[in-house]
């Protein structure tokens, strides 16, 4: 008989039947607390239920299989007899048990958790027999109650409700007794006795009749169920999409026995990380709450105390913290997030994991773990998120201006940076509002995981209530937000949709400013002020020897160096625009998009009048006057590079973009050119195209208009003879766009070849150029090589590339790209990441065949995506020869190419493991 899969998988003392290693399977806190309990950590007993029994649970219409059960069965008695109580005892101390999910990446707050599972009408009594603290015993059933109702039975707030019904419940209770907003540790039994009740009588007004369950199987089976379930919630949904977690990973659901921090004034819960995940300085940070279960601290429903203070409280209890925390960094390598309870004295772990940081801390972390030689250099490399390493160029306040500013509030610093904005307290209002274009702050008294979006949309996040560990920090510091948590004096009135503070009131729609770094709030704008990496390399205001983040980047930034394969170029029109990308650390230009010089001065004038000749002798005339510009650019251009090579594309946009379609400007032009305002409105007529994306642009202009590609020609080769005179090397690439055929190329090749030859006469000099094409119409792709019998280089227009590829305009698709990532037709978008199984295809068909024909030849990317992490890695995997971005992006793309360097390195030395053991 076959044996039955393994769906349960238990832990407890110092034992376990998983370990670290197994994320995939039993998620991220699963295979943690296996871990932790491996390593001798006091965890208390559990079981794992793994993520295959989620993914069976959506594939078989949310059932289970067969042989679940009686693991769940055999998981409760492994947790009976270790703890010695019995689950559902009436009699004795009955065992409680917590559910919570477990995914393989952590999701802070999205997913559901139950504590306190098992209590019941008559369990509750048993409990405070056993424990002789009634108080205790009540305070564990009216907070399971409200967990269960809201987690398992749905009773959540209801459209237009700012409040969760069960906290205007336990409000209403609070001042019909007390007239006021008492601490809950101040209830009494009656009053938790009373709350039970109207809790109960809320569920089941909420629910249609349905009782609060008595069973405690019953009550653990639907908070299984619950928990699974919770992995398609909206909120889980919406995070999965933002950092790119699959759908089909699942979650798994872990079962452990509860321990107390509610037991009275020497127990207490807490949430801790073994470094400052805000700045990342070596210090323990975190926060607790005295009498309280764990909930309480992340809620942001009492605002807790910093980690360090428990020292005055509980010293014995803090030291064994202390204790935990080394082995915990020794353990794992890196920086630990960890929530822990103690009960009556004693410290137990319920979770630990990779904590959640800002760039700035990540930066640290990895610089200051190879001094302590705890991590290599290339390990640190990977410990920099490249989706978000240009938080660290972001701006900050401007010093001067934020002296000047008024000071309304403080709270605590819990995502570094600056932001200001339109204040919003409804997740929905900030969201249109920034839909609309506005910058907003979402401003409340503390958030939950249903505000998700409203964080995504705001530019920062303020809250009234919560410590550095709540829901608000956490999901900020990930999100790479500023944010500030715990500002008490703010009071918030969702109804009125005001904030008063110190008597003052500001309306939704004001602006506030907070800083994130120092805790503060202020009234109004503030104008920001470069980040110091930038105020070091761009704009040189600040002593590089002053400024440890830049001192840290550049050491980052100097390891890529030292393993990446693929160059990091930049896309750049300006000298200053080259001078900044070099700064970063770029090494040349991957596209420098020629019409954009058409568009300064006097020149459009030029440009314009060119498009309006009637005959060749007409438009060479206007081309002259352009000649200089031209020349002038790219002598600038070159001066800046310094020796680097430049690809520089041949003008590509459709002619009716130079032209005025307005009528009161036609007549101004007509004016200024003295012709006929007809001759320009005929002209714009006749340029008109249905769809000029795929009409008269790119090479098809040269081909028609040749003098066109020779003005550029001879503006490139006369401003590279120039410089190359004056003692600095010039290395130009004319790039050729929207080539689809070889004979279009051939054509354009031939003419920068004969003006190249003519230039090179008369100066009297040899340049060293290259010429190629953009590879951005799938038959471009699929003809590579062909093509590449004549271009020496091929660089990837993706933007085009992906319109082409597949059928979606760029400019249009934003009122159905949504709904496609929502529905995951398109897990990314499109635009932003490469598609890699459609427009990577072609990419690596061009590749292939390309090499095929030119094995030398140079292959590049120049769309906007060189600059997303994702798409550099993929470029790295094809072979790619170099990626361009804008200049603000080459310190991402060059940790990324660093990141697929060392990716590879990796997967080849696992190859060769693999291969010895055979």
């Known amino acids: 008989m076959a044996k039955a899969p393994k769906y349960v998988y238990l832990f407890g003392n110092g034992k376990a039947d998983g370990d670290g290693s197994m994320k995939a399977l039993l998620g991220g806190k699963g295979a943690n607390l296996a871990e932790m309990a491996r390593i001798g950590l006091p965890v208390p007993p559990g079981f794992t239920i793994t993520t295959e029994v989620c993914t069976y649970y959506y594939a078989h219409k949310k059932t289970y299989p067969k ?525 420098c998009r020629t019409e954009h010089m058409f568009f300064e001065g006097n020149r459009i004038d030029a440009m314009r009048e060119m498009i309006l000749a009637d005959n060749v002798e007409d438009r060479k005339k206007a081309l002259a006057k352009l000649l200089p510009y031209q020349k002038q650019d790219f002598i600038g251009i070159f001066k800046a590079l310094k020796g680097y090579p430049a690809t520089i594309r041949f003008l590509d946009p459709p002619l009716h973009e130079f032209l005025p379609h307005e009528e009161a400007a036609q007549e101004d032009l007509a004016k200024k050119m003295g012709v006929p305002v007809e001759k320009i409105r005929q002209r714009v007529k006749e340029l008109h195209e249905f769809n000029p994306m795929l009409g008269f642009r790119g090479c098809r202009l040269g081909i028609v208009y040749p003098e066109i590609s020779e003005m550029q020609a001879r503006a490139v080769f006369e401003a590279a003879a120039e410089v190359q005179k004056q003692g600095i090397k010039v290395r130009p690439e004319i790039m050729i766009p929207l080539v689809g055929f070889k004979k279009e190329l051939d054509l354009q090749v031939d003419v920068v070849h004969r003006v190249a030859q003519e230039v090179m006469k008369e100066q009297k000099v040899k340049i060293n150029y290259l010429v190629g094409t953009m590879i951005e119409v799938p038959r471009g792709a699929l003809t590579a090589d062909e093509i590449a019998q004549t271009a020496q280089f091929f660089s990837f227009g993706t933007n085009d590339l992906t319109q082409t590829c597949l059928g979606m305009s760029r400019d249009d698709s934003a009122s159905f790209l949504p709904t496609y990532t929502e529905l995951e037709i398109c897990r990314k978008n499109p635009f932003a990441t490469i598609d890699q199984n459609g427009v990577g295809q072609l990419m690596k068909i061009a590749v292939e065949k390309g090499r095929a024909t030119r094995p030398d030849i140079k292959l590049g990317i120049c769309g906007e995506h060189g600059g997303d992490p994702d798409s550099v890695k993929f470029c790295h995997r094809i072979g790619l020869t170099y990626v361009s971005c804008s200049p603000f992006r080459v310190p991402v793309a060059r940790l990324a190419a660093a990141q697929a360097a060392l990716e590879e390195e990796a997967e080849q030395a696992a190859t060769k493991k693999a291969a010895r053991k055979k």
């Open 67 to 591: 042989d679940l059960e009686p693991q769940v069965r055999a998981g409760m008695a492994h947790i009976e007899k270790i703890m010695g109580t019995k689950f559902g005892d009436t009699k004795a101390l009955p065992l409680l048990v917590s559910v919570r999910s477990g995914a393989r990446d952590s999701m802070p707050g999205m997913m559901d958790t139950i504590l306190n599972l098992g209590l019941n009408d008559q369990t509750v009594h048993a409990l405070a027999r056993a424990t002789n603290n009634e108080r205790f015993a009540w305070d564990c059933y009216r907070r399971f109650v409200q967990m269960y109702g809201d987690v398992v039975m749905g009773v959540q707030k209801r459209s237009g409700e700012d409040h969760e019904p069960f906290e205007s419940v336990l409000h209403q209770l609070k001042h019909e007794r007390y007239g006021a907003d008492i601490e809950d540790t101040k209830l009494t039994v009656d009053d938790l006795k009373e709350l039970v009740n109207r809790f109960k009588a809320l569920i089941k007004e909420r629910t249609g009749g349905k009782e609060f369950p008595q069973d405690p199987w019953k009550q653990l089976w639907g908070a299984i169920g619950a928990v699974f379930g919770s992995w398609m919630n909206d909120r889980a949904i919406v995070y999965r999409r933002k950092y790119n977690i699959p759908h089909d990973w699942g979650t798994a659901v872990n079962v452990q026995a509860m321990v107390y921090g509610n037991t009275g004034e020497r127990s207490g819960s807490g949430v801790a990380f073994t470094r400052n995940p805000a700045n990342g300085e070596k210090e323990f940070y975190g926060e607790f709450l005295i009498n309280a279960q764990g909930e309480d601290v992340v809620a942001g429903i009492r605002t807790p105390e910093p980690v360090v203070e428990l020292k005055k409280h509980l010293p014995e209890a803090y030291k064994e913290l202390e204790r935990i925390r080394t082995i915990l960094e020794k353990h794992f390598k890196d920086v630990q997030d960890f929530e822990f309870t103690i009960q009556d004295g004693k410290v137990f772990m319920l979770q630990t994991r990779n904590g959640k940081r800002t760039a700035l801390a990540a930066l640290k972390f990895s610089i200051d773990m190879v001094k302590e030689k705890l991590i290599d250099w290339k390990t640190a490399i990977r410990r920099n998120p490249a989706d978000q390493f240009d938080q660290l160029l972001a701006p900050i306040f401007d010093a001067n201006a934020e002296k000047a500013a008024e000071v309304i509030a403080t709270g605590l610093p819990a995502g570094p940076g600056a932001a200001s904005g339109k204040m919003y307290l409804s997740w929905e209002r900030a969201v249109a509002a920034a839909q609309k274009g506005e910058k907003v702050l979402l401003v409340r008294n503390e958030t939950t995981p249903e505000d998700l979006r409203g964080m995504i949309a705001a530019e920062g996040i303020l809250t009234a209530k919560g410590g550095v560990s709540s829901h608000a920090a956490l999901v900020a510091r990930q999100m790479g937000k500023v944010c500030v948590c715990g500002a008490s004096a703010l009071q918030l009135d969702y109804e009125a949709r005001t904030l008063t503070v110190n008597g003052r009131v500001f309306k939704e729609g004001d602006w506030l400013s907070i800083n994130g770094t120092l805790g503060n709030v202020y009234a109004g704008q503030i104008p920001t002020a470069p980040s110091e990496i930038v105020q070091v390399l761009i704009n040189k205001t600040l002593d590089p020897k002053a400024s440890k983040t830049y001192q840290m980047f550049k050491t980052l930034m100097d390891w890529c160096s030292k393993v990446t394969r693929l160059e990091v170029r930049t896309n750049a029109d300006t000298p200053e625009q080259t001078e900044n990308a070099l700064a970063f650390g770029a090494t040349g230009i991957g596209l």
